[in-house]
């Protein structure tokens, strides 16, 4: 064997390795089990939830084999870049075949299909060939397809094929695939994933990224005017949780939106989920002060562990409260703070008992009559250029599939002849899937094909 | 809580109606009788027939009893689910024993529907209760509806593997000692191999494809709820694997031509991976994962 040979030889062998089909099935099964991994171990966690869930030493090994961050470890994406090697080139591989039916039907059948094919009908008259070869012409134009004649060796031929665009339904499929990862991977490099915290009635133009890394500019201001969380009556389930953002560009009020969980604003490509929320800073807790021998009444509205100065000396701070202590609904908690200084014992005081703090009998009774709490929106904030892609792979990924499995191509082709005492007229045919269907349709267009030969109407036949 | 609604009453009555199916679906192994086969085919119809109507009565109650802004389709919780799979099982069922005609198919794919619809009978949580916002979706709907028809279509695979391989040794020797003459016994009644083999193929022919649906409906819902459509989350995940495994499975089909015990072996295999990806991540793996956003 020659040097270029045995060259040729170590290509082939490398192409064919990529292009086969045992690849592809191992690459799947291998990737279902591996994949199995980052679902066991939680993905992303700090060294110290690793340690103590794991112990060092299972630790340091999870980071050598990349465990901790499984999806985008060296090994697995090197897993799904071989699963694309070997889809592309398959597909080249496999593309002139398919190719050939379009740029070269077979218009002539070759005497072995025409006597193996399971798909078969025979039948003879008496009328002249053109009529007959007019008669199958129609016929197969009415109920199948139009067919293209070859005369050849004294015999016509007709044939005539519908659907073969399914043989490029695995193709579609395929390409699919990797239009979806084309789209991740413009996603990932040009667009990015943060978050934002916005104080009610304040506004931002950076975000975070997710990883907490980069402060990421923006082209405009966003400000959250309000954020409305709602429960279900008498429940602690949540029902709504709602922002109205507004954008500002230069300063100007350009859009306006009221966001809630499912359905964010779209702005200049940059998206702004509702994602969480919190306290912003301090409530503010409105309370009435009854002073109990005089009975005099103030109401104060303090922020909370502020120091409030009621008479004689006396103040009260408000240091926790609640909006549902034990289902009694709002609650605060104070203590009396005597003109020497002394720090009396905490109380709880319920906004909707307010006789309980009478009953208590001090200096003085407190009722609640409620709190302000402002809060920050919480939102998530991406922005995904490749996203348009990867839907326009998925839509090619649903019918791809479908055209791969429930269209076929189906073939007909006829031989016309004058065997000197009749016209006979042989017909065959068969589909590329589904050979059972196929052969009942044949069936049912052979009946038309014959009673067209005979020329009488199919529906006389009954 | 929920066990008053008239919609519970009526899946009861399911559940009676596809155990009587399975038992007369098995009966029909054993006897051989056409009589038998069509009580059990008229029971499975019957009981779809009432669960269709408890579905949409649990639709209606939904809103009778959360006002009309709240009222929501019955697909939001465990208990909606797991029987919304069995009449997704019970309707893809009825639909390819009327086009293929294999009627002892139905003993081996009722108990998945029977076993399902008692579990949410007897111990889940049937009470209506209004949606948490990031369920707040329309999404939601298509993307349960899709996943459950992709899932019945593997149980239905499933079952037909296990009949393929309780029937196929004793076939195998069948054949050896008196060649292609009818086999006699209760295996004489489940249909030929050859058949089974085939029925497997096209049960995952269907179940595939709404797979792919329901994952790709599920990323849309994840971006327009939080702005990733993949993030790898364990159910996220295990849906992805299940999708590898019966992508496997076709492609060893349609190109290597593997037929027969091995891909009963990987139907089965994916059906494990699917109850899995359905079950068994909401019960073992969830709490492992904390998952940004809402
Ligand atoms: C997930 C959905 C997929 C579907 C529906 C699908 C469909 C098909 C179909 C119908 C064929 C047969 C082609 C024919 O006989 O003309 C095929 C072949 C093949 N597919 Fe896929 N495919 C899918 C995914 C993949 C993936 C992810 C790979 C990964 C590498 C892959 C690799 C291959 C290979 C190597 C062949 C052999 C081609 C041939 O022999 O013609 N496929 N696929």
């Not at chain 1, 499984?70 to 071989?82: E, H, K």
């Not at chain 1, 413009?186 to 667009?191: A, E, K, L």
């Amino acid at each position: 064997m020659t040097e270029t040979q045995k060259k040729q030889d170590v290509t082939d062998r490398i192409w064919d390795f990529f292009c086969s089909l045992k690849l592809t099935i191992i690459l799947l099964l291998l990737l279902s089990v591996t994949s199995i991994i980052g679902t066991v171990i939680p993905q992303n966690a700090s060294a110290s939830e690793y340690i103590r869930r794991y112990g060092q030493s299972n630790y340091e090994l999870f980071v050598k084999l990349q465990f901790t961050d499984m999806y985008g470890s060296t090994w697995f994406v090197a897993l799904l870049g071989l699963f694309c090697v070997n889809l592309i080139c398959c597909s080249i591989k496999h593309f002139p075949r398919t190719w050939k039916f379009f740029r070269e039907p077979v218009k002539v059948p070759t005497s072995a299909t025409l006597s193996n094919s399971k798909n078969k009908l025979e039948i003879s008259s008496k009328d002249s060939m053109d009529e007959v070869v007019e008669r199958v012409q129609n016929s197969l134009k009415n109920d199948f397809a139009k067919t293209v004649r070859t005369d050849a060796d004294g015999k016509t031929y007709l044939f005539a094929q519908k659907g073969i665009y399914s043989r490029l339904g695995a193709y579609m499929t395929h390409i699919s695939i990797i239009v979806i990862l084309i789209g991740a991977i413009i996603g990932n490099v040009f667009g990015f994933k943060a978050y934002v915290n916005i104080p009610e009635g304040g506004s931002v133009t950076h975000v975070t990224s997710r990883d907490g890394s980069q402060r990421i500019p923006l082209d405009f201001e966003v400000r959250c005017d309000n954020f409305d969380v709602e429960f279900y009556p008498d429940t602690r389930r949540p029902m709504l949780y709602a922002s109205d953002l507004v954008i500002l560009k230069d300063g100007v009020e350009t859009y306006k939106k009221r966001i809630t969980v499912n359905d964010p604003l779209f702005y200049e490509g940059i998206i702004f989920y509702q994602s969480s929320y919190g306290p912003a800073g301090d409530a503010t807790i409105t309370f009435n002060a009854t002073d109990n021998q005089s009975g005099e009444t103030l109401e104060f509205s303090a922020p909370l562990r502020n120091r409030v100065q009621l008479a004689d000396g006396y103040s009260v701070i408000v240091t926790d409260f609640t909006d549902n202590d034990r289902n009694f609904g709002p609650a605060m908690r104070l203590h009396v703070i005597t003109p020497e200084g002394t720090h009396q014992n905490p109380v709880v005081v319920w906004q909707n008992f307010p006789e309980f703090d009478v009953r208590r009998g001090g200096q003085y009774s407190f009722a609640m009559l409620g709190f302000n709490q402002p809060y920050f929106t919480g939102l998530q904030v991406a922005k995904d250029p490749g996203v348009n892609v990867v839907w326009a792979g998925c839509i090619m990924l649903i019918i791809g599939p479908f055209i791969a499995f429930f269209m076929s191509h189906k073939r007909i082709w006829v031989c016309i002849e004058n065997n000197g005492k009749a016209i006979k007229v042989q017909v065959v045919g068969n589909a590329h899937r589904n050979q059972a269907g196929f052969a009942l349709a044949f069936d049912d267009l052979m009946q038309k094909v014959e009673a067209a030969v005979n020329n009488e109407s199919p529906t006389k036949e009954g | 809580m929920g066990s008053d609604l008239l919609s519970t009453q009526l899946s009861n009555l399911t559940t009676i109606a596809y155990f009587s199916a399975m038992v007369m679906y098995i009966a029909f192994i054993a006897t051989k009788s056409n009589k038998v086969a069509l009580v059990a085919t008229f029971s499975a119809l019957a009981g779809f027939l009432i669960q269709t109507g408890a579905i949409g009565m649990r639709w209606y109650e939904s809103y009778a009893l959360l006002g009309s802004e709240h009222g929501r389709a019955p697909m939001t919780n465990m208990y909606e689910s797991v029987v919304f799979f069995a009449w997704c099982i019970v309707g893809l069922y009825l639909a390819m024993e009327w086009k293929y005609k294999y009627r002892a198919v139905g003993a081996f794919v009722m108990p998945v529907a029977v076993w399902a619809m008692l579990w949410g009978q007897m111990s889940l949580n049937k009470s209506i209760d209004p949606l948490v916002p990031a369920l707040q979706s329309n999404w939601l709907t298509y993307h349960v509806i899709t996943c459950f028809i992709g899932y019945a279509g593997f149980a239905i695979a499933f079952g037909v593997s296990i009949m393929f391989l309780i029937k196929i040794g004793s076939e195998e020797r069948h054949m050896k000692e008196h060649g292609n003459t009818p086999m006699g016994g209760v295996l004489g009644m489940l249909p030929p191999t050859r058949v089974l083999d085939d029925y497997n193929y096209k049960a995952i022919m269907i179940g595939f494809p709404m797979l792919t649906l329901g994952i790709i409906t599920g990323a849309a819902w994840a971006f327009y709820a939080w702005g990733t459509y993949w993030s790898w989350d364990p159910k996220e995940t295990w849906s992805l694997i299940v999708w590898f495994i019966y992508a496997a499975f076709l492609h060893a089909r349609f190109t290597r031509g593997w037929a027969g015990r091995k891909a009963a072996w990987l139907s089965i295999l994916g059906f494990a991976a699917t109850m899995f990806c359905y079950l068994g991540v909401n019960l073992y793996l969830s709490g492992l994962h904390s998952y940004g956003g809402v």
